[in-house]
């Protein structure tokens, strides 16, 4: 029987099915989510993600407006790594109808830490601070009925890139996170075309980048959160030298996680990762047989 | 013309066959005697009820001894037939074999010519004639030996390669057995029960499939391609890649601890698609051998499966695609076949609606080890279908599609409806749409009784067609019952179809490689749909199970151990005789002594010919296949092929062209294509006009210019080059290519000269096309007749000093 392949795009969606007698793969794209970045690009093993303009969509039904991505469906492998890489949680991957991350289950890719962390002790009832500054809206924090005067803030962590805005902003120190990629941004305004903001207008989080009052692209680094959207954007090679350096992630031994590290950010940083696993390795052997002869003495 | 005749008193002996009234029915044999009496140095002619019988051989023996016959010619079917026994029998009389002739009066005259048997009558005396011709010049000749190497190759491992390697292998041989796929078992290895008794497919499989792996004396090489096979009987040189599977074979243990550890699934075509297997895994858990293999394709390479794997090492991502060379004395070929998959088009709504599937699907829905534990489910809600409806012959029996009969469709239907019927008894209504029922072997027609009482309707009709509903997903079926004459229409929850088993993919490579023909259905042709049924016309290799047609298993496994007996008659013996037609080069005449010539060698398909500079050419004798195309080529006509020298050859077109030239066609059929397909014409009955003579050639590469300029100078009123099919069928690689370059030149200078090109053809025939023979034949003759004796002579002469000139050396 044939396999079916099943594409359904529009600009607010992308749907990659696998059809089969008995099972059934879904792989869907939030295109209203999808910022136009190079995460998941870069971390398919397969190459099977590639960048698409507005243009090159204007044909199907209410094309994006955005710079955004497209799965092909002849090298999909429905591995799920691209839904654990979106830091933005645009991608989802299910079989069955149920959400299901294959790489995750055997180790094969690491989870992405999305650490944010509320200690809502600190928070007094009525201030909104936080979900008022989240520019991406995934904050929401309660206090009435069944709460009985306790603070409640809920943040949906799978789609939080971790900008820390929200930690900058909170008056009352309530609030930790850690970067999920850390990195190094850096703008080459001689190169920059006059007049271009594309950057800027392709950066998920405000304020990142912005037009100084020079009329040239400054960029605040302290909540960039290194996606690459705005390399993507730009039309200028070179203009914008983004550097990705880590990952907070899970730890895994996993090939296809030091190919995808090693893409995301360079072969040093991958390399480094790998040294500092087996350091640690070390040390857990050191430590166990520290405390095996300790015993046996 | 220089022929050298030996001061030797010639005695030809002629010997006509009534073969009861096949040729006696149109063609007067007697007058054919009495004719061939009047041919120079013909000192006896008789007729033969049945030449080819213990009292017809004899009869030519006992003459042999009394009238000291020194040449035999037998009028009599095609030599493709009985030549090797009349060869014998002359050998028996205590004379050379190459000393025999064949004239064949019956696939070539009597047979095509049933209402014209005046005419056919004539035409049989000149065959007559061109044999007697040809046999004053023959000259005894020995066979060549060559050592065999006892080692056997099978390729497939189907149930039929399986049996032909068990049973080789049981004798004492060596048996390499190629496998494309990761496991041998091929189709057999898919299905659940076997019809009609039901056995478990796999259970009866398996255990031979593990003494394949266990026996000492084979080796399977799976996951392999073939290259190229060169040699010829006894010695053959093939050449294999094995593809890597990532997974070194003497290390895996088939343990599977790797399975869980991998992340990737994909698609198991084993499965039919329609489950799915990991990216490291074995298609079947029965696999033979069992070795894991990755799918590079689908792999991420997260290496999990090495942590798995651990102290045994198995895992290898470098492994690279690995050439070896095996030297066998035969082949097996036992590729099988594939089942048609009617995607194109959507037949009855297959690849559109879900709840349409193949019988082969069907097979993988109801196997217990299968993709849904062995529920007949639909795809479309999981539910087990009410209402199925099996639909035969889809593709099969079907003028546009696949003509033939697939043999076990009717069989596996029954045997499904059966197995429907014993899972879910009357929680399922169950319909088969048929042509006719073929039930025609031990056991078969009581299983079709027993699907009967089992309350399986059976409704003879075509259906025409298969349209869905939306929302249900049922399906409507629109039929006629022509029992009753009246269209019916009939809603299914789910339609199986009885899909054609059509030629494998890759025959037309393996068919390439092995220089082995195929009929027009695709599959590989026999050397004799009756009497040879396993060999193929290039010695040494036999056919085995359903690459030579759909067989089913007992079929499949008979024909497996009967390719084992024919294989094992070559293997067993120390060496073998090829027949000595070979290219001999003289010496003296040979040019490359003064100039740098080598055309010989540069045009030998088989590399079996040197020419040093400054020393004349020489042909490896072991190497040669005889095509005779350096005969052809050879510039100072120094090449000889030995019993189809120039002289022999010329000898037929002057007896050919002796009696009203003008009127004749004379063709050049080479003996594996063009000439089988004239024979296959006569067997089939095709009728056409008696104006064609035939020289048989074995390759149309052996077709010299001077052939054609001598027939047109003795007033030919057309000339036919037949030949094998372009770019491959070629039985000496590319003899037809080397025949095509030198004609089309000759063919624009006869042209130049003033010949009408109508009356210079080349044709490409292959041995299954008899009615494109009888075409041809019939299309010349409708213009010879058209235009006329007059024109042709007074063309031919016009032709006739030119033809001499170029023919001048030779004359």
Not at chain 1, 140 to 168: A, F, M, Q, S, T
Not at chain 1, 231 to 260: F, M, Q, Y
Not at chain 2, 475 to 487: K, N, R, S, V
Request: glycine share 6%.
């Amino acid at each position: 029987m044939p396999v079916k392949i099943l594409k359904v795009e529009d600009g607010s969606a992308f749907i990659l099915e696998r059809i089969m007698y008995t099972k059934r793969y879904t792989l869907s794209l939030d295109r209203n989510k999808c910022v136009g970045c190079d995460l998941c690009i870069a971390a398919c093993p397969k190459e099977a993600i590639k960048i698409v303009n507005p243009s090159d969509l204007a044909d199907i039904e209410n094309p994006p407006k955005k710079i955004t991505v497209k799965v092909l469906e002849d090298k999909c492998n429905f591995c799920g790594i691209c839904s654990e890489i979106c830091i933005f949680g645009a991608f989802k991957q299910s079989v069955n109808d149920e959400e299901f991350i294959p790489v995750l289950k055997s180790e094969s890719f690491p989870e992405v830490i999305h650490e944010v962390e509320v200690d809502e002790g600190k928070c007094p009832i009525g201030c909104k601070v936080c979900e008022e500054a989240c520019p991406l809206s995934l904050i929401k924090v309660k206090w009435n009925g069944e709460l009985e005067g306790k603070v409640k803030v809920e943040i949906d962590k799978d789609h939080c890139p971790v900008c820390r805005i929200c930690e900058v902003k909170c008056p009352y120190n309530a609030i930790h996170t850690r970067k999920i990629i850390s990195g190094l941004i850096k703008v080459n305004i001689d190169l920059c075309p006059e007049g271009c903001r594309a950057c800027v207008d392709a950066c998920p989080i405000p304020n990142v980048l912005f037009i100084s009052n020079e009329g040239k692209v400054s960029v605040n680094d302290s909540f960039c959160v290194y996606c690459g959207a705005c390399k993507n954007a730009c039309p200028v090679e070179g203009a914008i030298d983004l550097r990705r350096i880590s990952v907070h992630h899970t730890p895994v031994k996993s090939g296809a996680w030091n190919k995808a590290l090693e893409r995301l950010t360079s072969t040093g940083n991958m390399a480094k990762e790998l040294r500092s696993k087996s350091i640690f390795k070390t040390y857990e052997s050191v430590k166990k047989l520290h405390v095996r002869s300790r015993v046996s003495k | 013309m220089s022929v050298k005749h030996e001061s030797e008193d010639l005695r030809v002996g002629v010997f006509v066959c009534h073969c009861g009234l096949n040729i006696a029915g149109v063609v007067n044999v007697k007058e054919v005697v009495e004719y061939a009496k009047t041919l120079p140095n013909v000192v006896f002619a008789i007729d033969n009820r049945y030449t080819c019988s213990d009292p017809g051989q004899e009869e030519i023996r006992k003459a042999v001894k009394e009238h000291k016959l020194n040449r035999v010619v037998v009028a009599a079917c095609s030599p493709r037939m009985h030549e090797p026994t009349f060869r014998r029998c002359v050998d028996e009389a205590g004379l050379n074999p190459y000393l025999f002739e064949m004239a064949n009066i019956r696939e070539h005259c009597s047979w095509c010519h049933p209402s014209t048997p005046k005419e056919a009558t004539e035409k049989a005396k000149e065959i007559v004639k061109m044999a007697v011709s040809k046999a004053r010049l023959l000259r005894p000749l020995e066979p060549i030996e060559v050592p065999v190497a006892s080692t056997a190759l099978v390729v497939g491992g189907g149930v039929a390669g399986i049996n032909a390697a068990l049973e080789l292998a049981e004798m004492g041989f060596k048996v390499y057995l190629l496998e494309k796929n990761e496991s041998i078992g091929g189709h057999m290895a898919q299905l659940d029960k076997t019809f009609p008794t039901l056995d478990c497919s796999i259970c009866i499989l398996g255990p031979k499939m593990v003494d394949v792996a266990r026996h000492p004396n084979i080796e399977i090489i799976s996951f392999a391609d073939l290259l190229s096979v060169e040699g010829y009987i006894g010695n053959f040189k093939v050449r294999i890649r094995k593809n890597p599977r990532y997974v070194l074979e003497e290390k895996c243990t088939g343990c599977g601890e790797c399975l869980p550890a991998c992340p990737i699934e994909f698609p198991n075509d084993w499965d039919m698609n329609l489950g799915v297997r990991k990216a490291i895994s074995v298609p079947f858990p029965q696999a033979v051998p069992l070795v894991y293999r990755i799918n590079r394709d689908y792999c991420i390479e997260c290496y999990k499966c090495i942590d798995a794997c651990g102290p045994r090492q198995a895992i290898n991502f470098d492994q690279k695609p690995e050439e070896i060379e095996l030297k066998v004395g035969t082949i097996i070929v036992a590729t099988g076949y594939d089942i048609y998959l009617p995607e194109e088009g959507n037949l009855y709504g297959y690849g559109k609606y879900s709840n349409v599937i193949t019988s082969l699907e069907f097979e993988r829905l109801i196997l217990a080890a299968g993709p849904t534990g062995g529920h007949v489910v639909r795809a479309s809600d999981g539910k087990m279908p009410k209402v199925v409806v099996f639909v035969q012959c889809v593709g099969s029996r079907d003028v546009n599609k696949y003509p033939y009969c697939s043999n076990f469709c009717c069989m596996y239907t029954l045997k499904h409806t059966i197995q429907l019927k014993e899972h879910y008894g009357s929680d399922v209504e169950v319909y088969v749409f048929y042509m006719d029922m073929r039930s025609n072997f031990k056991g078969y027609e009581e299983f079709y009784y027993r699907a009967r009482e089992m309350g399986v309707n059976f409704i003879r009709g075509r259906v025409s067609k298969v349209i869905e509903d939306p929302e249900t997903k049922n399906l409507l079926i629109h039929a006629e019952d022509t029992l009753l004459g009246e269209p019916i229409e009939l809603e299914a929850e789910l339609v199986v179809l009885a899909t054609a088993a059509i030629p494998n993919k890759g025959i037309e490579e393996i068919a390439r490689i092995l220089n082995v023909t195929r009929g027009t259905d695709g599959f590989f042709m026999e050397s004799h749909p009756k009497l040879k049924p396993l060999d193929t016309p290039v010695d040494g290799i036999f056919l085995a199970g359903a690459c030579q047609g759909p067989k089913d298993i007992p079929y499949s496994v008979s024909q497996g151990c009967g390719a084992a007996a024919r294989a094992a008659t070559i293997l067993s013996k120390p060496s073998v005789k090829i027949e000595p037609i070979i290219s001999v080069v003289d010496p003296e005449k040979c040019r490359n002594t003064k100039v740098k010539c080598g055309i010989c060698a540069t045009k030998c398909p088989y590399g079996a010919i040197k020419a040093e500079p400054g020393m004349p050419a020489q042909v490896i004798s072991a190497m040669c296949h005889g095509c005779g195309t350096c005969a052809a080529e050879c510039p100072a006509d120094a090449i000889t092929q030995m019993h189809f020298t120039d002289a022999q050859i010329f000898a037929q077109i002057e007896a050919a062209l002796e009696k009203n030239p003008e009127d004749k066609i004379l063709g050049f059929c080479c003996n594996w294509c063009s000439y089988a397909g004239a024979d296959l014409a006569g067997t089939s009955r095709f009728e056409y006009p008696t104006n064609i003579r035939i020289v048989k050639t074995m390759c149309s590469g052996r077709v010299d210019r001077d052939f054609v300029l001598e027939a047109f100078r003795r007033g030919a009123g057309m000339v036919l080059i037949g030949a094998c099919h372009l770019p491959y069928d070629c039985h000496y690689i590319d003899g037809n290519w080397k025949m095509k370059a030198r004609m089309e030149a000759l063919a624009k200078a006869l042209e130049k000269m003033g010949l009408t090109p109508d009356r210079f053809r080349i044709e490409y025939i292959s041995a299954a096309e008899g009615s494109k023979f009888a075409q041809v034949v019939r299309e010349m003759a409708e213009k010879l007749r058209d235009m006329g004796r007059e024109r042709i002579i007074i063309e031919n002469e016009k032709l006739r000093p030119y033809l001499e000139r170029m023919l001048g050396k030779k004359r």
